[in-house]
């Protein structure tokens, strides 16, 4: 299974970024898949997540109205669609697949699958 995120980048504060999140040699349709984040010196966090068939989504607080979580199953990837982007919001951002379905778990030990990471960075 591999999973590459990509989309991060530098962007001044109020502006956009869109991740995206791309699967190879496998579905995820039956897949729970969530963004995470982990700022230097913090642990991981989720972000969004969104169930398998994309219906049910959930945020953290702190990104509720600016981001939204988007899957598209035929093509095998997941978005995540940035805006009002803030300084605080800097970090790597991970893609990730709980091939469970379960929906859904916010800590990162029940996700199997993992992106590399994409780095966003805020400026103020």
């Known amino acids: 299974v591999q999973l590459q995120a990509f989309g991060g980048g530098l962007v001044k504060t109020g502006g956009s970024l869109r991740l995206s999140c791309a699967a190879s040699?496998?579905?995820?349709?039956?897949?729970?898949m969530a963004w995470f984040r982990q700022a230097p010196g913090k642990e991981r966090e989720i972000v969004a997540v969104?169930?398998?068939?994309?219906?049910?989504?959930d945020y953290v607080e702190s990104v509720k109205g600016r981001f939204t979580i988007s899957r598209d199953n035929a093509r095998n990837t997941l978005d995540l669609q940035m805006n009002s982007l803030k300084p605080e919001d800097s970090a790597v951002y991970y893609c990730?697949?709980?091939?469970?379905?379960?929906?859904?778990?916010?800590?990162?030990?029940?996700?199997?699958?993992w992106g590399q990471g994409t780095l966003v960075t805020v400026s103020s």
């Open positions: 990730a697949e709980d091939e469970s379905g379960a929906f859904y778990y916010s800590e990162p030990n029940h996700y199997e699958y």
């Open positions: 969104v169930n398998w068939s994309g219906a049910s989504t």
């Open positions: 040699r496998r579905t995820l349709i039956d897949s729970t």
